[in-house]
């Protein structure tokens, strides 16, 4: 959940450091554990730092190894295989930080890179030798990544008042977005609720050079591939091997860890799945956090969470989700979320006509 920003000016005048120091303060909530700006010439990066994982204590961001510079909001998975693949065998695995990863493998595989790389990511490499800048979102689009491209500027950050909170970006409706919404059409991955401030695409890449801008689909989803196996058995086998494996990711941490507990069979599995690998490598108990609803006893879960819980290696923490009307702390609601979406957590607020005619 850290912060990234940046601006690459594409008429080569210098970045002004009051625009990214403007940029990084809208950003402040995203990381208490420091804040960096780097700036060369035409580009500035900026980094909001929170930490998650046990090597995210050892980066310093924005990274600046040699030509190359780098900003990244990540965890990366197939950490073991990367570092086999770019033969870096003389350093201890856990003195290497994702960031490093990353940049490591653009210089091996360039553009490519992504392509290579497992995990929730977005980040953005200055590369001076190609005066360009690279830009990647991860396959699902966890990570957050908006830009936008005037006459002469590329700018993007993590969040959208980042971008917004500068004077050469006008706040203005995208009435096209807003019927989208109205009409619960979201093919389109690209448009926000501001004319000219665009979102990266889940598993896209960009290239941005004085010339123009270039972007692409690095991975799409093979709709016609086919698993075939022998069994039934097989096929569970098959799941909990790759659904272990996705929870086992995400128990990587430097802190004490938490999960949403609804009672639903989704939160539940990945609840029962932590707290056996939690327990097997000696972990701290896992934190559990579910909505209870004394008053509104047909939403209550209770008993279904109380399944999970009863038997033991968990911490569990209740929130009594009645006490809290529609419009509680809205303000506060949208002032981090920027957009409007339709959610399970979230109201859409509709009406219906009848008539008899």
Not at 227 to 239: G, P, R, V
Not at 276 to 301: G, M, R, W, Y
């Given at each position: 959940?850290?912060?990234?920003?940046?601006?690459?000016?594409?008429?080569?005048?210098?970045?002004?450091?009051?625009?990214?120091?403007?940029?990084?303060?809208?950003?402040?909530?995203?990381?208490?554990?420091?804040?960096?700006?780097?700036?060369?010439?035409?580009?500035?990066?900026?980094?909001?730092?929170?930490?998650?994982?046990?090597?995210?204590?050892?980066?310093?961001?924005?990274?600046?190894?040699?030509?190359?510079?780098?900003?990244?909001?990540?965890?990366?998975?197939?950490?073991?295989?990367?570092?086999?693949?770019?033969?870096?065998?003389?350093?201890?695995?856990d003195?290497?930080?994702?960031?490093?990863?990353i940049?490591?493998?653009?210089?091996?595989?360039?553009?490519?890179?992504?392509e290579?790389?497992?995990?929730?990511?977005?980040?953005?490499?200055?590369?001076?030798?190609?005066?360009?800048?690279?830009?990647?979102?991860?396959?699902?689009?966890?990570?957050?990544?908006?830009?936008?491209?005037?006459?002469?500027?590329?700018?993007?950050?993590?969040?959208?008042?980042?971008?917004?909170?500068?004077?050469?970006?006008?706040?203005?409706?995208?009435?096209?977005?807003?019927?989208?919404?109205?009409?619960?059409?979201?093919?389109?991955?690209?448009?926000?609720?501001?004319?000219?401030?665009l979102?990266?695409?889940?598993?896209?890449?960009m290239?941005?050079?004085?010339?123009?801008?270039?972007?692409?689909?690095?991975?799409?989803?093979?709709?016609?591939?086919?698993?075939?196996?022998?069994?039934?058995?097989?096929?569970?086998?098959?799941?909990r091997?790759?659904?272990?494996?996705?929870?086992?990711?995400?128990?990587?941490?430097?802190?004490?860890?938490?999960?949403?507990?609804?009672?639903?069979?989704?939160?539940?599995?990945?609840?029962?799945?932590?707290?056996?690998?939690?327990?097997?490598a000696?972990?701290?108990?896992?934190?559990?956090?579910?909505?209870?609803?004394?008053?509104?006893?047909?939403?209550?879960?209770?008993?279904?969470?109380?399944?999970?819980?009863?038997?033991?290696?968990?911490i569990?923490?209740?929130?009594?989700?009645?006490?809290?009307?529609?419009?509680?702390?809205l303000?506060?609601?949208?002032?981090?979320?920027?957009?409007?979406?339709?959610?399970?957590?979230?109201?859409?607020?509709?009406?219906?006509?009848?008539?008899?005619?």
């Amino acid at each position: 959940m850290s912060g990234i920003l940046g601006i690459y000016s594409l008429n080569d005048h210098p970045v002004k450091r009051d625009d990214l120091t403007t940029m990084i303060d809208a950003l402040a909530h995203r990381g208490g554990d420091g804040s960096n700006l780097w700036l060369e010439g035409a580009i500035g990066l900026g980094h909001q730092m929170l930490w998650t994982t046990p090597e995210s204590l050892l980066e310093h961001l924005p990274l600046v190894q040699g030509s190359f510079a780098i900003t990244a909001d990540a965890r990366i998975d197939n950490r073991e295989e990367l570092i086999a693949a770019l033969a870096w065998s003389d350093r201890p695995i856990d003195k290497i930080t994702d960031s490093e990863l990353i940049l490591g493998a653009y210089i091996q595989w360039g553009e490519q890179c992504p392509e290579h790389l497992l995990g929730d990511f977005a980040f953005a490499i200055w590369d001076q030798s190609q005066r360009s800048l690279f830009c990647a979102r991860d396959h699902l689009g966890i990570k957050p990544f908006y830009y936008v491209q005037t006459e002469n500027q590329f700018l993007f950050a993590t969040e959208m008042k980042a971008l917004l909170a500068l004077s050469q970006v006008p706040c203005c409706l995208n009435e096209v977005r807003v019927a989208d919404y109205l009409s619960l059409m979201f093919e389109d991955k690209a448009i926000t609720t501001y004319q000219g401030v665009l979102r990266l695409p889940p598993a896209h890449s960009m290239s941005i050079r004085p010339s123009g801008m270039r972007l692409w689909s690095y991975w799409q989803l093979d709709p016609d591939r086919e698993i075939k196996l022998e069994s039934d058995q097989a096929y569970a086998d098959a799941f909990r091997e790759i659904f272990t494996e996705a929870v086992r990711c995400r128990l990587r941490s430097a802190f004490s860890i938490g999960s949403h507990l609804s009672g639903g069979l989704d939160s539940s599995s990945i609840v029962c799945v932590a707290r056996q690998l939690l327990s097997e490598a000696e972990k701290p108990l896992l934190h559990t956090f579910s909505n209870i609803f004394d008053d509104v006893p047909e939403c209550d879960e209770r008993s279904f969470i109380h399944a999970v819980t009863e038997q033991g290696g968990l911490i569990p923490h209740y929130v009594h989700a009645d006490q809290f009307g529609l419009f509680s702390d809205l303000e506060q609601i949208w002032q981090y979320e920027e957009e409007a979406f339709v959610g399970p957590s979230h109201a859409y607020v509709c009406l219906l006509y009848t008539s008899d005619a």
